[in-house]
Every structure is written in structure tokens, then in C-alpha cells.
């Protein structure tokens, strides 16, 4: 058999770790959000040193700075939540807007020299919520708008009126379109880079990782709503002696009909994955030990009766299979596999082309 593909992790730390790579880039997002609140109210401060505004007029910036900086402290340095989420970025986006508006209030509304400040936002909202939340932004910051408009009813709906706004609302919405471009651009590129990370090769099925990510949140439902789980290990009889004999190509043919063969006993809740070079793992939701046994006889009576055809020979093929139930023979993802592994190699040394249930 082939060494399995990353033997030393467990599956826990598998799909920890891919928990952890989200809140890596959230935490990375939620940084540069930092940066860019910061950066808004260090322009805002240079504003109100340096330019000639009456006192009360000073005393409100002044205290919208107080706030908005006790706002930034909350969320970035007084753990006010304790994980990283999307949701909060976008109330943090929110606060910015309502800090824009209130400064642009108390220095010329839509004449302010800060007017802007609005496209940070926008930027904000491109790089970190997407495309829909950034047009629910834009809609926000229109509405911002014509509140500093100041316009009556009767000048609100005039052509001129209209014109005049459009053409100064034009380039926000042009930075919000080229933006949101852009981060969907970067957003499919993670996302393929993602799938190749957790997609084997070869067969197409989720790799280790990408099983373990899965299986992880399978558990988790199980575990909530106290349902039956089962762990099938699927061991190629043969593979090595094919791979000897016929070559690799030949034991790749013999690894996608081996997945055809085993698809088609599955539902489409269950998970198939490919585990190792010549194992397979496959997860059953809402099935226990008698119920994981008989889907693996079928799987190992279709797999018997079949055989591959290469180069004009016909090699057969034989499976070894092991079974571990929750709760029964395990809590945990590891503890299933794990003994799912333990009864699979039982098979294999009582004569392969077996199916065995764990026993402790």
C-alpha cells in the first residue's frame, strides 16, 4: 500500500486548521479595516487643525472624533468580540459612514472638502463584504446624500437637481463598480485554489483535508441532534501488484473504477473521499453498524464482480473494508477513523476482500 498523505495530523487538527486559515484572512481584513478607520480620522484631525471653523463647530468634531476613536478601540483593542466575523466588519462600515456624515454635517455637508472620506467605505465594503453588501453601502451613502442635499421637496425632484446629483454621486458609484471587480476576481481565484487544496487529483473526491472539513461539521450535527454515524475504510486488495505488473496508468483505471463502483452504492448524503494512495473513506450519515455493514457488502460483492479491462487482460478486483459507529466505537473524527482503520486491516489479514466491524 501507499504511505496515506499527511499521516502525522489527525483530522481534527485537519479541519482545525482550515478553520483557522478563515480567521487568518478575516483577522488580515479585519487589520487593513484598522488601518483605513485610522487613517479616516487622522485626515479628519489634520482637517480640524487646520482649517477656520467657528467654536461649536470645533467642539462637534471634536467630540465625533472622541467617539468614533473609543468606537475603533472597542472593536480592534478591548476584545469587545471575542472571533472575527464578517457581520462585524459591516457594522464597522456602518460606523464610518455615520462618522463621515456627521463631520461633513458640520463643515459644508456636500461643499466639504472631506466628502470623499465616503470612498473608503466603499473600499472597505469591496475588499472584505462583496458585491452585494457594497451596493447595499452605496444605497446607504446616496441616502446620506441627499440628507446633506438639504433640498426641498420641490427642488429634490427637479431635472437640474437630479443632474447635479448624479454627477456628483457618478465616481462613487464608478469606484464601487471597479472595486467590487476586483475583489470578485481575487475572491474566485481563493476559491479555486481552495477546491484544488482539498480535491484530489486523480479521482476528483475531497482529499484528507477537504474530508476532514466536511466530516467535522457532519459530527458536529450528529452530536447536537444524537443521530447514528458511521466511518467506512475502503483498502484496494490489489493496487500495489497492478501498479508492479501493468504500470500506474493501470492503477489509476483501477482507482476511477473503483470509484464509480462505490458511488453507486452510496446516497447523495453521503461523503466519499479519498483517504490515502489506495484507500478510501466514506462517511454515512444516519447510519448505524447494520446499516454501514450492509452498504459495504454491496460495495464489496459489486466491486468482486467487476474487473478491469487493460490492454486486452481482465484483472479483478477485490476491496477490504472496516466499520466504526458513533457513538459506540467513537466520539470523535479520529477515534471513527481510526478504528473504522484498525477493523479494515483486520480484513485484510483474515484473507482480504472483507468487511469487518470494529471490536474493542
Known sequence: MYPMFGKNRTMSEEATSAVSLEQEELRAIARTVAEIEWLLLVLVLLYQVFSKTAEDTQTAIAMALFLYAAFIMSFHYANF?????RWKIAIETWGMIAFITCVLWFTGKLESPLVNTYLLVIITSSLALGRMTTLAEL?????????????????LFSLSHIGAMVAQFA??????????????????????????????????????RGFAIVAAKMLGQTTRHNRELSVLMIDSDNLKQVNDKYGHKAGDQLLMTLVKIIQGQLRDTDVLARYGGDEFVVLLPEAGANGAFEVAERIRQSVSKAALEFNGKSIRLT????????????????????????????????????VFTFSA
Open 81 to 85: 468580540y471575542t472571533s472575527i466575523s
Open 139 to 155: 444605497a446607504l451613502i446616496a441616502a446620506c446624500f441627499l440628507l446633506l442635499g438639504n433640498s426641498s421637496i420641490q427642488e
Open 171 to 208: 465616481p462613487f458609484m464608478l469606484v464601487a463598480y471597479i472595486t467590487t471587480m476586483f475583489s470578485s476576481d481575487i475572491r474566485y481565484g481563493l476559491s479555486k485554489a481552495k477546491l484544488v487544496a482539498e480535491t484530489d487529483e486523480l479521482t476528483s473526491l475531497l482529499n484528507r
Open 319 to 354: 476491496v477490504s473494508m472496516g466499520i466504526a459507529s458513533y457513538p459506540t466505537d467513537g466520539r470523535t473524527l479520529d477515534a471513527l477513523v481510526d478504528n473504522a482503520d484498525k477493523a479494515m486491516y483486520k480484513a485484510k489479514m483474515k484473507g482480504r476482500d472483507q
